[in-house]
């Protein structure tokens, strides 16, 4: 398949992080946009991009002509009762996990319509999409919205592009810390999988590379959950 170029947004943190690394480990050309680049230090030949997904445009004029692949990975977890949640909460989880993700793409369809072989698209929504959680209110929705541009962009762009999203449950991230901060805490969350444990953020990045890679390349519009049985599963004993 050769060098292949890739566009990983929110790239220097959580799964975001992993994705990259288990990218360069394959030698391709990265370039990562995000608001720092402190954590990616360690890496050699990484192009960073300064970007905040929250303002009104993409500048992308630091990547290449072509994008063979394209990564969005920014979310917030939100967790509160509907009650209190003001719209302002729901507008800003819709610009971050929704939004974003429009903006980005309608600033990168010309590159990646220019892969020579395809290019792929990889979202994030969450497990509480197609599992009620109580508290998830603002959050489920925004990622919702992904589920719905996913199928819809899959259609759209079909063949030369495709387009597919990650369903993953609570991950060991940066962003989970809230959720995770005490022995306690992990103990509850891992309870509540059938697996019995909570997920890791290189779990996640290897199923974004399959997407991303041509073993996938009949796969397109497709939800894939990651979450440790929690969407499929009851388990009784």
């Not at 939004?99 to 319509?113: E, F, N, W």
């Not at 925004?142 to 819809?152: C, W």
């Not at 962003?175 to 103990?187: I, N």
Request: proline letters at 5%.
């Amino acid at each position: 398949m050769g060098t292949q170029n890739y566009f990983i947004v929110g790239g220097s943190s959580g799964i975001g992080l992993e994705i990259v690394r288990a990218l360069q480990s394959e030698d391709h050309a990265l370039f990562v946009g995000s608001r720092s680049n402190e954590a990616l230090s360690e890496f050699d030949g990484i192009h960073h991009l300064t970007l905040d997904v929250l303002t009104d445009s993409i500048d992308v004029d630091g990547l290449p002509e072509n994008l063979d692949g394209l990564v969005y990975c920014p979310g917030s977890i939100r967790l509160k009762p509907f009650q209190r949640l003001a719209i302002e909460d729901f507008m800003h989880d819709l610009q971050v996990n929704f939004l974003g993700a429009v903006k980005t793409i309608q600033a990168c369809l010309p590159r990646l319509k220019k892969s020579p072989t395809g290019a792929a698209i990889v979202l994030f929504s969450t497990v509480a999409v197609k599992t009620g959680m109580p508290f998830h209110a603002s959050v489920a929705g925004a990622k919702a919205a992904v589920e719905g541009l996913t199928r819809s962009l899959a259609a759209e762009f079909a063949p030369r592009i495709r387009v597919n999203a990650i369903a993953p449950s609570l991950t060991d991230t940066p962003l989970a810390q809230g959720l995770l901060s005490s022995e306690e805490k992990r103990k509850a969350s891992a309870e509540r999988h059938p697996a019995k444990r909570i997920g890791t953020p290189q779990e996640i990045a290897q199923i974004a590379m399959h997407l991303l890679s041509e073993a996938s390349a009949w796969m397109t519009g497709q939800i894939i959950h990651v979450d440790g049985g929690m969407s499929a599963l009851r388990t009784f004993r």
